[in-house]
């Protein structure tokens, strides 16, 4: 990977079973690649307490800046989409002076916890159609306090400059759409988890999480077999990046059986959607190491009757032509980090 001298920035994206950190720096009004890195391991959790997570986290991402050769410290994370509450709240005749007030009494309406064990943020949602009625449109985050202090924590140990922490979905909507407005679903397909938010006008409007993700593939795939876990997760990943012909009468069936929950609530939120707001989804977007499954695109875009699309978080980044086809193959699993690397050069 290439080094260049202008200020650049992490992106860091930190998952149940890996750490992903993208640098890109701003060049000829563009996003550039100047290095990245992963690394895949065993779940993080806690072993003995939380300060060993804390410790442990921040010491593999010093490994993959050393490793990658990454000359910044200044980073962008995330909040996994499933540890954030979100709710869009319609306030009317409302002044601006007492808008935070209004924001926090319509909070503890909707976030069902405790408000002073949250973290909350907030902003206003221009959807283009004027202050019909007085009506003003916000977005509502929240996240546990301690859950927010943990990832900061991480940062400290790791000493790295944290400058920013976001929602996930965020970050994917950066790297993923760009400043495409229409409604799409974007579906990040993790290790533990597979998240499902709908995107209209750049505004996460609706999301749901559901405890099913590429380790359930792995399973699948493992038990149907009868190899090792290790040895199916490869297996998984070569189907994502060639034909295997001589596999597929048995592979395809497994994984439709593993990641049926994830097809059933697509098509409920889809439905959900659209008989509320009246509006069509464009397309949906795969995310995730899941998402280059052999011929998932394909199957998932038959069920639907939508485009169905793997989504490239390189579309808006520059990088050395020769590394593209390795680019492509990690892309979907780097989508998170990019999107945050962006947001300090956009």
């Known amino acids: 990977m290439s080094l260049f001298a202008n200020k650049s920035f992490l992106g860091i994206d930190i998952g149940a079973y890996s750490i992903k950190i993208v640098e890109l720096k701003k060049e000829n009004n563009k996003a550039r690649l100047v290095s990245y890195g992963f690394s895949e391991r065993e779940k993080i959790e806690t072993k003995d307490n939380l300060q060993s997570e804390i410790g442990h986290s921040a010491k593999l991402i010093n490994k993959i800046l050393n490793e990658a050769g990454?000359?910044?410290?200044?980073?962008?994370?995330?909040?996994?989409?499933?540890?954030?509450?979100?709710?869009?709240?319609?306030?009317?005749?409302?002044?601006?002076?007492?808008?935070?007030?209004?924001?926090?009494?319509?909070?503890?309406?909707?976030?069902?916890?405790?408000?002073?064990?949250?973290?909350?943020?907030?902003?206003?949602?221009?959807?283009?159609?004027?202050?019909?009625?007085?009506?003003?449109?916000?977005?509502?985050?929240?996240?546990?306090?301690?859950?927010?202090?943990?990832?900061?924590?991480?940062?400290?140990?790791?000493?790295?400059?944290?400058?920013?922490?976001?929602?996930?979905?965020?970050?994917?909507?950066?790297?993923?759409?760009?400043?495409?407005?229409?409604?799409?679903?974007?579906?990040?397909?993790?290790?533990?988890?597979?998240?499902?938010?709908?995107i209209d006008k750049s505004i996460p409007i609706f999301s749901r999480s559901i405890d099913v993700g590429g380790m359930t593939i792995t399973k699948g795939i493992s038990n149907s077999l009868n190899i090792g876990q290790a040895r199916a997760e490869q297996f998984k990943y070569d189907l994502g990046i060639s034909s295997m012909a001589s596999r597929e009468d048995i592979i395809p069936k497994t994984v439709i059986e593993t990641i049926s929950p994830i097809i059933n609530e697509v098509k409920y939120t889809i439905n959900l959607f659209q008989s509320k707001d009246e509006k069509k989804i464009e397309k949906v977007i795969l995310s995730g190491g899941s998402a280059l499954l052999i011929n998932f695109t394909n199957y998932l875009s038959k069920i639907l009757d939508k485009q169905v699309i793997i989504g490239n978080p390189w579309a808006r980044v520059s990088y050395p032509v020769e590394l593209e086809p390795l680019l492509y193959e990690i892309g979907p699993r780097m989508s998170a980090a990019i999107g945050l690397a962006m947001r300090s050069i956009e």
């Not at 209004?102 to 976030?111: D, L, N, Q, R, T």
């Not at 977005?139 to 990832?151: D, E, I, M, Q, S």
């Not at 400058?163 to 579906?187: P, Q």
């Open 70 to 198: 990454m000359k910044s410290r200044e980073a962008i994370a995330a909040l996994p989409t499933f540890s954030v509450f979100s709710s869009i709240l319609n306030l009317s005749y409302v002044d601006n002076k007492d808008l935070a007030a209004a924001v926090h009494w319509e909070a503890k309406k909707v976030i069902p916890l405790p408000l002073d064990d949250m973290v909350l943020d907030w902003k206003k949602i221009e959807d283009g159609e004027g202050n019909k009625n007085n009506n003003i449109k916000i977005l509502l985050t929240g996240a546990p306090r301690n859950f927010v202090k943990k990832y900061i924590d991480i940062f400290k140990e790791a000493k790295v400059n944290l400058l920013s922490l976001e929602t996930e979905t965020f970050s994917l909507i950066r790297s993923l759409l760009g400043n495409d407005k229409s409604s799409v679903m974007i579906v990040e397909m993790g290790a533990n988890t597979t998240d499902i938010s709908i």
